[in-house]
């Protein structure tokens, strides 16, 4: 089986970084020539559009943006003109649930499989390998394309059968991510205007109820200040909760705690337009004039 992967940023060069570390032969493609460029230091063959993927890999991942890059890539004159009947489309990008539907219904007479599978664990969980994916297909399509996902993920959730159930359930973690970060947000300032040391925070909140992954790596790069490429930037986690919101809306669901992370998000997106998730933090500072450090906090008059 040869694995392609379309969209080679921090999430995609992961996956094909483990793609290749597991003995599979792997093409990709990025608009990015530097992206490309490093892809093929590592081992993979560059191609030099969508559809060059799709004429020789058997199963593509989609690791890009938006749902719109998601349609281009796939759809028109994409993978679907030139992969071989009984393929699979890996949809691991992160799109809204109705964009993967409208993907799904597309392919439908195609021959195509389409795996909707968004994935979580950022930037580490991807360059290791131990990603947690959320697939929605038939249990045969994915029974027959385990390898080329247990080659990438930690762990597979089978969440459904239909284009648009993988998503979904990202849409729920989503809102439950962005809420934790934003809470840790504001714990962090608090105790920076406080006048508490970073590591004491960091060390009490890792071995409270409250210490998980997402809120220990929060903190580490808060009070260390790394505010900028880390692999996690603000534009990835903003769509994200807007995923999540509009699903909501579609829904009939209120989301107060995910509305109010999404607000802290687009503050800091809007101040830092470059900046990864943490920077939402200074913005907060800014307000409060005190920024937490790992060994003290600094106060500003």
């Known amino acids: 089986m040869k694995a392609g992967v379309i969209g080679l940023g ?54 890009v943006m938006n749902g719109d890059q998601a349609k281009s890539v796939i759809l028109g004159d994409g993978l679907v003109a030139t992969m071989t009947a009984g393929g699979a489309v890996i949809l691991s990008a992160t799109i809204k649930p109705c964009e993967a539907r409208d993907i799904g219904a597309a392919l439908a007479d195609t021959g195509l499989c389409l795996i909707d599978s968004p994935v979580s664990g950022g930037f580490p969980g991807a360059q290791s390998g131990t990603l947690t994916m959320m697939a929605a297909a038939p ?22 059968q239909r284009p648009g159930d993988g998503q979904t359930v990202k849409a729920c973690l989503q809102s439950l991510i962005g809420a934790q970060f934003s809470a840790t947000f504001e714990a962090a300032a608090l105790a920076a205007r406080a006048g508490i040391p970073g590591q004491v925070i960091l060390d009490v909140f890792a071995t409270s109820s409250a210490g998980c992954g997402i809120v220990n790596n929060a903190l580490e790069k808060i009070i260390d200040r790394q505010f900028r490429n880390t692999g996690s930037h603000i534009n990835t986690m903003h769509k994200d909760l807007t995923i999540s919101m509009g699903l909501g809306e579609e829904l009939g669901v209120p ?13 800091g997106r809007t101040r830092y337009p470059d900046g990864d998730n943490w920077v939402c933090t200074r913005v907060i500072e800014e307000i409060v004039g005190a920024e937490l450090h790992r060994h003290e906090a600094k106060q500003h008059r």
């Open 10 to 63: 921090d999430m995609g060069s992961g996956i094909a970084r483990n793609l290749l570390k597991n003995g599979f032969d792997v093409i990709g493609f990025d608009l990015c020539d530097r992206r490309l460029g490093e892809f093929t230091e590592m081992g993979g063959q560059a191609a030099p559009s969508s559809a060059m993927v799709g004429e020789q890999a058997d199963a593509v991942y989609v690791m």
């Open 139 to 160: 249990d045969d399509v994915l029974d027959r394309f385990a390898p080329v996902m247990q080659a990438v993920s930690a762990r597979i959730h089978r969440v459904g």
């Open 255 to 267: 989301l107060h705690t995910a509305a109010a992370a999404m607000q802290i998000f687009h503050a």
